[in-house]
């Protein structure tokens, strides 16, 4: 097992990355106020993961209060939220009772959310359970809830007390749900690693078949890189917005085709093909460099042409992203490969990018 640091002004916290975690109640009952959590997941992850979870929890003295919500990026809803409140108070989970996260991104985010709201906060761990969730949304803070006009409009910063990454739970994803947390492991060689890029490119059929040790390390290098950046950056005041690579056209993929269509690392997985290709205008990239974005996304089995939104309305989804400032739309672009900024970009060349060969012309 490897652990990194998170240290916030704040705050700090573990990430364990490692196999066979999931019974390592070591790794939990530190961090615990009371012998009581209530851990929150969906009903495919419960399945098969939350007996043994549950049952080295008790078996350490733990007494546990599962939480079992509906599955899928169309839950991530206040109703949903007000579900794990309805449990959380009709079985009296105190201050003092911690939450854990046992799934993939929407289960962190929205249990993190829970955990920030509950009595003005309780803490909460996170145990992430897709490539997706473990490379990105169990480590930094970010909570949220989708609203029908925008992705992660309602939440706030709320950092876990430890993230808990065990590989042997890849083992049961699905083959689509891996590709798409490609997505978001590729987006950090393109923002700040070519070496790491680099790396990917010739390690990807071993990602693909799940070995073991290139996971860890893809998770491990993923995982110190979102640590950097968050840490000068918890509450994305400047440099964590590169974190978004991609986000900008992919929020308005998953918004415009309704929440749970494109899985959310296939719309970033778009999106970023999408930023290259504005980049290549703006003459900050050449084909070549876009030519390899879009291959590494092919060889991670992720589509790469967006689908037909019409530039109105995907202007209009892009409107409500958390980036826009003055009303104007911000983006996350190349420089060049492994060095991402945030920039304007002439309507001209948004809508030339948005008319190019990576958005499907259908009508
Ligand atoms: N907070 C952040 O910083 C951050 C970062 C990236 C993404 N996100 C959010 O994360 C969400 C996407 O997360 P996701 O890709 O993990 O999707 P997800 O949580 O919907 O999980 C994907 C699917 O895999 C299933 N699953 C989970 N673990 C499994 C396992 N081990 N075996 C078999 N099936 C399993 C789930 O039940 C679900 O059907 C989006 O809502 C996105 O906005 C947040
Ligand atoms: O941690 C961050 O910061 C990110 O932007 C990571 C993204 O992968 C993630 O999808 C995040 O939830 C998007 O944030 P948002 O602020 O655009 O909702
Ligand atoms: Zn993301």
Redesign the pocket.
Known sequence: MKTLDLILPDTRYPIHIGQQLLGETGLITPHLKQPRVAIIT?T??AA??LAPLQHSLEQAGVSCLPVVLP???DF?TWDTLNRIFDALLSHRCERSTTLIAL???????MTGFAAACYQRGVPFIQIP??L??QV??SV?G??AINHPQG??MIGAFYQPQAVIADMD??D???ER?LS??LA?IIKYGLLGDEQFLGWLEQNMPALRKRNKQALAHAVEHSCKMKADIVAQDEKEQGMRALLNLGHTFGHAIEAGLGFGTW???EAVGAGMLLAAEASRQLGWLDQAQVDRVEAILQQAGLPTIAPALGTVRWIELMGHDKKVEGGEIRFVLLKSLGHAVVAKLPAAILEQTLNSRFVDSAP
Not at 103 to 109: E, L
């Open positions: 969906n495919t992850v098969l993961y599955d899928g990026e991530k799934g993939g991104g929407v289960i962190g985010d359970t897709t997706l969730a990105d949304s930094g970010k909570t992705k992660n739970l890849l049961t994803l699905p749900e798409a947390g978001e899985l959310h690392g």
